[in-house]
T-cell receptor, first 113, second 112 residues
Framework: EPEVTQTPSHQVTQMGQEVILRCVPI?????FYWYRQILGQKVEFLVS????????KSEIFDDQFSVERPDGSNFTLKIRSTKLEDSAMYFC???????????FGPGTRLTVT | AQSVTQLDSHVSVSEGTPVLLRCNYS??????LFWYVQHPNKGLQLLLK??????LVKGINGFEAEFKKSETSFHLTKPSAHMSDAAEYFC??????????FGTGTRLKVLA
């Protein structure tokens, strides 16, 4: 069964460094998403992406964040200058054949020290 | 706008007893609703979904949920808990076109 994949599974970085989190959505999906989950808290929407542009973003998704679909398969989330509070699990998702059914990747745990 | 409220942050049940995880939604129309499960250090797995076809929805691993419009509820149930059901459960609703709104989650503990 096709699945969303994410790399790396765990990333440790120092404050102020740039990180890129990578996702490979399911191949025929058109809508892509990033969510984050700070430890012990609920999952929060960051951004949605369709047709090579951002469809919607939350207030969390400030100028330090950017997304890109550099080729036909990858979908990336970049954090330009990481802060301690960026430490979280980041989930990528893409839409299935039913518009509202999102398939989630296993997540990337980002630890900022 | 859609919102979901999970009424219990923690639920403990004994193995073999029924599970009830509560979710209420807020919407001016009949929504789509989902339950996702997250096992420790794992990703989010779809348990079941309601998309207006039938009010009683069956999912994986013996879970089911009933959409009750009169009560604006979508509670998750299972007749008999198993140790492997211990996890965090999220009630989720689409909001607008492009995002999910997650409930705060219910951590299910299953006692031997």
């Amino acid at each position: 069964e096709p699945e969303v994949t994410q790399t790396p599974s765990h990333q440790v970085t120092q404050m102020g460094q740039e990180v890129i989190l990578r996702c490979v959505p399911i191949s025929n999906h058109l809508y892509f998403y990033w969510y984050r989950q700070i430890l012990g808290q609920k999952v929060e929407f960051l951004v949605s992406f369709y047709n090579n542009e951002i469809s919607e973003k939350s207030e969390i998704f400030d100028d330090q964040f950017s997304v890109e679909r550099p080729d036909g398969s990858n979908f990336t989330l970049k954090i330009r200058s990481t802060k301690l509070e960026d430490s979280a699990m980041y989930f990528c998702a893409s839409n299935g054949p039913f518009f509202y059914e999102q398939y989630f990747g296993p997540g990337t745990r980002l630890t900022v020290t | 706008a859609q919102s979901v409220t999970q009424l219990d942050s923690h639920v403990s049940v004994s193995e073999g007893t029924p599970v009830l995880l509560r979710c209420n939604y807020s919407s001016s129309y009949s929504p789509s609703l989902f339950w996702y499960v997250q096992h420790p250090n794992k990703g989010l797995q779809l348990l079941l979904k309601y998309t207006s076809a039938a009010t009683l929805v069956k999912g994986i691993n013996g879970f089911e949920a009933e959409f009750k419009k009169s009560e604006t509820s979508f509670h998750l149930t299972k007749p008999s808990a198993h140790m492997s059901d211990a996890a965090e459960y999220f009630c989720v609703a689409p909001s607008g076109t492009y995002k999910y709104i997650f409930g705060t989650g219910t951590r299910l503990k299953v006692l031997a």
